[in-house]
């Protein structure tokens, strides 16, 4: 790949990532949670998803997906409902702390694996096998993201050139640039709200706005073509 298509690829990757959708939003819930340095887990199962559907282009199972309008409507419908499901999740889900004044802050992002390991503070509620996983899923039942590789993707390919180097190149540049901005931008920002995470009224509200965004993506996701 040359250097002046690798630049264009950069730029385009910059503008997809910082597109919002469902892994920004998992991202900014997981900062504000389990906050900024646990956030990580989540961010690495989305990009995994991200290297399975370069991966699923790149053998031309795309191809099939695109191709046949029931198993595209079954992995749509599947994504749709996890997303709600995180959704409904959020909005159910109970303040770690009490509403009553003096209650105890939030642990900082140095104590999160010692307040994990004692089963204490939000930090606790999830591990990051689990954090890790739900990103998985929230970027792979995605098929849109298929397609959007699918038409992504050949615009960076030569095939006159070996094609493992230059899908490694891809999938490099695609993953390295949203961990970036996942992480560098979504959930730094989502950090820097964290002071309203530390009251159970602060909690509600941000489980709310949460779960109504997830349930918002899902529903955009399953009716919107």
């Given at each position: 790949?040359?250097?002046?298509?690798?630049?264009?690829?950069?730029?385009?990757?910059?503008?997809?990532?910082?597109?919002?959708?469902?892994?920004?939003?998992?991202?900014?819930?997981n900062s504000l949670a389990y906050g900024?340095?646990?956030?990580?887990?989540?961010?690495?199962?989305?990009?995994?998803?991200?290297?399975?559907?370069?991966?699923?282009?790149?053998?031309?199972?795309?191809?099939?997906?695109?191709?046949?309008?029931?198993?595209?409507?079954?992995?749509?419908?599947?994504?749709?409902?996890?997303?709600?499901?995180?959704?409904?999740?959020?909005?159910?889900?109970?303040?770690?702390?009490?509403?009553?004044?003096?209650?105890?802050?939030?642990?900082?992002?140095?104590?999160?694996?010692?307040?994990?390991?004692?089963?204490?503070?939000?930090?606790?509620?999830?591990?990051?096998?689990?954090?890790?996983?739900?990103?998985?899923?929230?970027?792979?039942?995605?098929?849109?993201?298929?397609?959007?590789?699918?038409?992504?993707?050949?615009?960076?390919?030569?095939?006159?050139?070996?094609?493992?180097?230059?899908?490694?190149?891809?999938?490099?540049?695609?993953?390295?640039?949203?961990?970036?901005?996942?992480?560098g931008f979504f959930a730094v920002a989502?950090?820097?709200?964290?002071?309203?995470?530390?009251?159970?009224?602060?909690?509600?509200?941000?489980?709310?706005?949460?779960?109504?965004?997830?349930?918002?993506?899902?529903?955009?996701?399953?009716?919107?073509?």
């Open positions: 790949m040359s250097f002046p298509l690798w630049l264009t690829l950069l730029a385009a990757c910059v503008v997809i990532s910082f597109t919002p959708g469902a892994g920004a939003i998992n991202t900014m819930g900024f340095g646990r956030s990580i887990w989540g961010i690495l199962g989305q990009q995994a998803a991200l290297v399975i559907h370069i991966v699923i282009v790149a053998l031309g199972v795309g191809v099939l997906v695109t191709s046949s309008p029931v198993l595209f409507d079954v992995i749509r419908y599947a994504g749709a409902a996890y997303l709600v499901y995180l959704g409904i999740r959020q909005l159910l889900a109970k303040p770690a702390v009490d509403d009553a004044s003096g209650a105890p802050e939030a642990p900082d992002d140095a104590d999160a694996d010692l307040a994990a390991e004692r089963g204490i503070g939000p930090e606790a509620s999830e591990s990051r096998w689990s954090m890790f996983r739900r990103g998985l899923w929230v970027n792979l039942l995605n098929p849109k993201a298929i397609v959007f590789f699918l038409a992504f993707l050949p615009q960076f390919i030569r095939p006159g050139e070996p094609l493992a180097p230059q899908y490694a190149a891809i999938a490099a540049t695609v993953v390295l640039v949203d961990i970036a901005v996942m992480w989502a950090h820097a709200m964290r002071r309203f995470t530390r009251s159970a009224r602060g909690q509600r509200t941000v489980n709310r706005v949460f779960g109504i965004l997830f349930i918002a993506v899902g529903l955009l996701l399953a009716f919107v073509h």
